[in-house]
Structures are given as structure tokens and as C-alpha cells.
């Protein structure tokens, strides 16, 4: 039987090994995925930007300690409560843990799971693995540090957790503390899930597209290196997972995240016009309760929110602009800092919509529209190279390619509800029996109109199309073979991402441009021996020298090495596939 576990890991996190199951949902590809694709050498610029539009200067870890925290006193002040006084009623009975108060226990208790670093651990009778024993004591230490005055209790309340049994205990009262720490574990999970989910990633907006499920919104993106590392390891041990890029759960839709993300390759750019529209904007503002609404903060998630879900067509701008102001409700009661669900502030929500309102009216004297609109492009029009690249390497890399409805053209859905709308699968099964016929007939000439005509998404749906023909083809190649980093060579070396797949004979390489703003202009696509010039791909020992390209279903030709303007000639991502040489 197939079984995928809807399980949230930290990126350092793996699955238990003896779960007799094959994987997760994705959400770990996902975050990875969406990682190679942010431009980590602009960490800095991009910090420096957030703190100084927005005025924040507590860290990441505090803020999700004290979202935590917040959780824990205003929606789990019960659960807590109960899982002290199980703990007091056990602790009672010892020399050490007599004296303890109650009071002291929770605030313990408290302050360990607002550390917590991982959804969950899976302690139980019989199982205690050397990875969950290491996330309590990393909670426990940090613990220790951010609170010195409640050292006793939690050095009593560490051995409770990382059940180190004192050897007068009877057999009854081991079985007792280790149904405390089973208890606990219990709570981890759904605080994790409020505090971090529903609250963190809608408060933390330093670059939104790695506020994600599973994600680690401090972390800015991953290196090549470590998104290969992260395919070895899923290709060996897990290489039947889902790899998603987006679900019903995501906090914004796949085309959004890889639009947000070509900000961290113009962090310069970014800051010089952020603060032009906040400018431009500042006479549009209310003033509730003596502060200014929206505070900085809403009005840098609101920026990003603009570039990454403004639809292509001006047509459909109207009926955006009715599901941002849902969406924006939305992300200032998850925020949970000048409104919330239980009590929301119906005059700064107001004021907030009133913004909205007026910054997206349509107008001949809107200096913002007139400035937002042509950086919106550029960024959209990058964004959705960015977006063939992720599209290929989802349907390639170990894993069984997971695409959420409606993700089969553009995705610029935001969090649910908006992601679960209804999806007009007519019309694309209409797309796919029109791309179904022209590639039989002349498929060159139908990447040029795709090219062309990119807005509509079916360039986008022509690449899954071909690309799940050919895993169909190569079935056995895609469910077993192993995963190679390819090197690229050249002055654009690390603009590309490329492996390759092997089982046998038969063999897949996958080639996926990345951070193209200073390769090619906007409108252009990185096309040809003109845009990469010497940039070329290694290839492994053994590799065929002849292969087809199932994406253009031309032949290519190369021994030891090819070219990246000679595999991309038509088509700005390639997966190429052949037989080795007999």
C-alpha cells in the first residue's frame, strides 16, 4: 500500500525511519525548492531593508517564542494547566520535586515549549530515538538561558523529559513519567501549529515567499549545494514522497512565492522603491487611536502581497482586489498584533481596507498605480521563469510529482479560503487537447506562440504535459534511479540548476535556470548561445552522448559536456533523456 503522512518537518528534520510509510505530503520539497530559487548572498541587504522600513528590531527566535507564548496564555491556558498538575501530582511523590510549586512547574513548562524547535517528538514506551532526545535537550538549554530564575525547576523537569529514571523507581511510576512526557508531546504539535503557522508567518515579512509551511522563515533560502544534499537523501531513503509545491494548506500559491522571490536578487532596486511608494502612499493613510494604520509592517506584507498576486490580465484586477481585501483581514487577525479573531478591531481593519482601497483605485491621477504597475511586470515576468524551473525540477527530482488543482497554469491563489476556490477545469482540459494537437504537428512552432502568449499559463501547462509524457515513458527510471548533482562550468555557472536521474541504461537530465534579472532582459527568455555563451554542463561518466529533449523533442548532441545555450535553444528549462552508449 501507498502512504504519505501529512507531516510538518523542520528543514533539518527527518522522518522516523521505522514509520513503515513512504513519505510525507511535501512540505519539506517544497520549502526547499522554493529555497534554491532566493538569493542568499542578499541576506544582509534584505535584513538591513526590512528593519529599516519597518522600525522591528527583536529577533526571529524571540518573536516566535513570544507568539508561542501568546498562544499558550490566550487559546491553551487549560492544556497547560492540566499538564502541570499531572506533573505536580507525579513530582509530589519525590525528594526533588516536592517543594516545586505549581505555579513554578507551568511557568517551566512554559518556557520549554515556547522553545521547542520542531513540531513534534515521538517518545513512547518503547521508542526514545537519539534525534528526539537531542530536540529536548536543545529546548531545555535555550530554556536555561532565557529564563536563569527558573533553573531548579527545569533541571527537575529535564529529567521528567528526557526520562532519566532515578533507580528506586518502581516499574508503576516509570510507566508514569513516561506518560507525562507522552502527554506533552501532545501539545508541541498544535502550539507549533498556532503560534508559528497561524501567527509568525503573517507578523515576520522580511521576504514572504519563505513564510511557508514546514519553512524557516529566518533562514534565507538554501544553497545549491544543500538543495542536492537534500535530493541524495530523499532519493535513498524516502524516493516515493510527494513533492508539492503547493496544497490546501499553503500561505500563498507557487507563482506567487516564485515572483516574491525575484526581490532577493534587486534588494537595491527593492529598497529605493519601497520607500517611493510608501511616499507616494503616505496621504492615504487613517490615523486609530493616535498610530498610523497600516503600520509599516502590514504595509510591507501588503507590497509583497501586491507583486506576488496581481493577475496578469488588467481585467481580472477588479475581482482581485475584492479577494485581497478578504485576504488582508485575514492576515492581520492571524498576526495577532493590532486585531485578532477573538477580538478584532473593527476600526483598524477598516482603516487598513480604506488603504487598500485607495492605493488600487483606478485613476489618471494614481501616482501609485502608474509606479507599481511597471516593477509589478518586470518582477511577474521573471517570476515566471522562475516558475518553469521550479516546475521541471518538481516533476524530475526523486518523488512523485504532487500538483495541486488548479496549479496546472498560473497559481497566484493566496491562503484558504482563496487557494480552494473553484478551479475552470474545462478550460483546461480545452488547453491540453489544443497543446496535445499542436505538438504532434509542429512543436516548435507552438513553443514560439506558448513564448508569446505566456500569460495565459499553457506554456506552463505544455511543460507538465511533455514532461509527465516522458516520466511516463522512463516510469522505472523516475521510481528508482539515483540522483546526481551535475557541475556547470562557464561565467553563468551558478545561474543553472542541473542533475541528473540514472536507473541501467537509461538516463534523465534535468537543466533549470535561476536568477535571471542580470542575465537577460525583461521580456527576454534565456534563450541561445548569445545569453550563456561558454556556460556548459558536465556530464557524468557514462552518460549517452546522444539525447532528446522531451521537452522540444529535438536531438542533442554532446560527449563529456553540453552546452547550456545549445540545450536551451527553444525552451528556457530542459530535460533531456537517452540510452548509454552500447
Known amino acids: 500500500m501507498y502512504v504519505v503522512v501529512e507531516k510538518i518537518l523542520d528543514p533539518a528534520e527527518e522522518l522516523p525511519l521505522i514509520w513503515p510509510i513512504q513519505g510525507t505530503t511535501g512540505y519539506e520539497f517544497l520549502n526547499y525548492v522554493t529555497g534554491v530559487f532566493c538569493k542568499t548572498s542578499s541576506k544582509r541587504a534584505l535584513d538591513r531593508i526590512y528593519t529599516r522600513f519597518t522600525g522591528l528590531q527583536s529577533s526571529y527566535e524571540d518573536l516566535v517564542a513570544e507568539k508561542k507564548r501568546l498562544i499558550m496564555g490566550r487559546h491553551m491556558a487549560g492544556d497547560v494547566d492540566n499538564l502541570a498538575l499531572l506533573l505536580k501530582r507525579i513530582s509530589g511523590r519525590y525528594r526533588h520535586g516536592a517543594d516545586i510549586t505549581l505555579y513554578g512547574l507551568k511557568r517551566a513548562l512554559v518556557e520549554i515549549m515556547a522553545l521547542f524547535p520542531v513540531y513534534r517528538t515521538y517518545i513512547s514506551n518503547d521508542v526514545f530515538s537519539d534525534a528526539d532526545r537531542e530536540y529536548m535537550k536543545d529546548a531545555i538549554s535555550k530554556a536555561f538561558k532565557s529564563n536563569p530564575a527558573l533553573a531548579n525547576e527545569l533541571g527537575f523537569l529535564q529529567g521528567f523529559l528526557l526520562l532519566k529514571f532515578e533507580d528506586y523507581l518502581t516499574e508503576e511510576e516509570r510507566a508514569q513519567w513516561t506518560h507525562f512526557v507522552m502527554r506533552f508531546q501532545q501539545f508541541t504539535g498544535p502550539l507549533m501549529a498556532k503560534g508559528f503557522e497561524d501567527t509568525v508567518l503573517y507578523a515576520y515579512n522580511r521576504l514572504v515567499s519563505l513564510n511557508e509551511v514546514g519553512g524557516d522563515p529566518q533562514r534565507f533560502g538554501f544553497s545549491l549545494k544543500e538543495f542536492h544534499a537534500f535530493n541524495k537523501r530523499r532519493a535513498s531513503l524516502r524516493p516515493h514522497a510527494l513533492n508539492a509545491t503547493a ?4 500561505k500563498r500559491g507557487e507563482d506567487v512565492r516564485a515572483r516574491i522571490n525575484v526581490l532577493s536578487e534587486i534588494p537595491q532596486e ?15 493613510k487613517k490615523k486609530v487611536r493616535g498610530f498610523t494604520v497600516p503600520d509599516k509592517n502590514d504595509e510591507y506584507f501588503l507590497y509583497q502581497t501586491l507583486i506576488g498576486a496581481l493577475p496578469f490580465a488588467q481585467k481580472d484586477y477588479p475581482e482581485f482586489a475584492d479577494r485581497l481585501t478578504q485576504y488582508a483581514v485575514k492576515a492581520v487577525r492571524e498576526a495577532k498584533v493590532h486585531t485578532a479573531w477573538l477580538k ?20 489618471e491621477d494614481n501616482q501609485f498605480l502608474a509606479a507599481f504597475v511597471p516593477f509589478q511586470r518586470k518582477v511577474a515576468f521573471y517570476g515566471m521563469l522562475n516558475s518553469l524551473s521550479q ?12 500538483l495541486y488543482q488548479g496549479t496546472e497554469l498560473w497559481d497566484l491563489n493566496l491562503v484558504d479560503p482563496d487557494n480552494r476556490r473553484p478551479v475552470d477545469f474545462r478550460m483546461r482540459i480545452k488547453y491540453l487537447h489544443e497543446i496535445k494537437a499542436r505538438v504532434d504537428a509542429d512543436v516548435l512552432a507552438l513553443i ?5 502568449t505566456e500569460h495565459d499559463g499553457k506554456i506552463k501547462l505544455f511543460l507538465i504535459y511533455m514532461a509527465l509524457k516522458a516520466r511516463k515513458d522512463y516510469s522505472e527510471l523516475f521510481e528508482k534511479g539515483a540522483y546526481e548533482p551535475l557541475r556547470a562550468s562557464g561565467q553563468l555557472k551558478d545561474h543553472l540548476i542541473a542533475f541528473s536521474r540514472h536507473h541501467g541504461m537509461t538516463w534523465a537530465l534535468t537543466v533549470a535556470p535561476r536568477f535571471l534579472t542580470g542575465v537577460v532582459k525583461e521580456g527576454e527568455y534565456p534563450l541561445g548561445h548569445h545569453v550563456w555563451a561558454d556556460t556548459s554542463i558536465h ?20 560527449q563529456g559536456a553540453l552546452l547550456a545555450g545549445e540545450i536551451m535553444r527553444h525552451f528556457p528549462v530542459t530535460m533531456l533523456t537517452g540510452k548509454e552508449d552500447t
Open 391 to 402: 516546475t521541471i525540477i518538481k516533476l524530475t527530482a526523486p518523488g512523485v510529482p504532487d
Open 448 to 452: 514560439t506562440e506558448l513564448r508569446s
Open 270 to 284: 527593492w529598497a529605493r522603491t519601497i520607500n517611493a511608494w510608501h511616499k507616494l502612499n503616505r496621504n492615504k
Open 539 to 558: 556530464l557524468p561518466k557514462g552518460a549517452p552522448s546522444l539525447w532528446k529533449d522531451a521537452i522540444t523533442q529535438q536531438g542533442v548532441k554532446g
Open 344 to 363: 478584532p478591531d473593527d476600526d483598524y481593519e477598516e482603516a487598513f481596507l480604506s488603504f487598500i482601497e485607495h492605493i488600487l483605485r483606478p485613476s
Open 247 to 250: 496544497t490546501h494548506d499553503t
